[in-house]
């Protein structure tokens, strides 16, 4: 299973960017999906998660600003990030909790490689 993040990028604040993160693979199903972010120097936090059944959570710093959505047929999750401030500059990760196809039907955890989002003028 791979998980393909794009659409980062430079942007000016107040700007809007859109973030996608593609599935692929032995996928049998996947639970939840969420995007995460690391700036230099800090730890990865939470951005925004959507469950299966569409319900979701953001951080504090994104409420009312940016809106997380799937789409269960193509395996891809899309994170709209409006008002973007230069605090919301750092690496993008995508992470989805993927049930594998075969026999075993495990669940596991995979990572996207990152995407740069760069708020500045």
């Known amino acids: 299973v791979q998980l393909q993040a794009s659409g980062g990028g430079l942007v000016q604040p107040g700007g809007s960017l859109r973030l996608s993160c593609a599935a692929s693979g032995s996928i049998f199903s996947i639970d939840r999906m969420g995007w995460y972010r690391q700036a230099p120097g800090k730890q990865r936090e939470l951005v925004a998660v959507i469950i299966s059944d569409s319900s979701t959570n953001y951080g504090d710093s994104v409420k009312g600003r940016f809106t997380i959505s799937r789409d269960n047929t193509k395996n891809t999750m899309y994170l709209e990030m409006n008002s973007l401030e230069p605090g919301d500059t750092a690496v993008y990760f995508c992470?989805?909790?993927?049930?594998?196809?075969?026999?075993?039907?495990?669940?596991?955890?995979?990572w996207g490689q990152g995407t740069q989002v760069t708020v500045s003028s």
């Open positions: 992470n989805a909790h993927v049930t594998v196809s075969g026999w075993s039907r495990l669940t596991y955890s995979y």
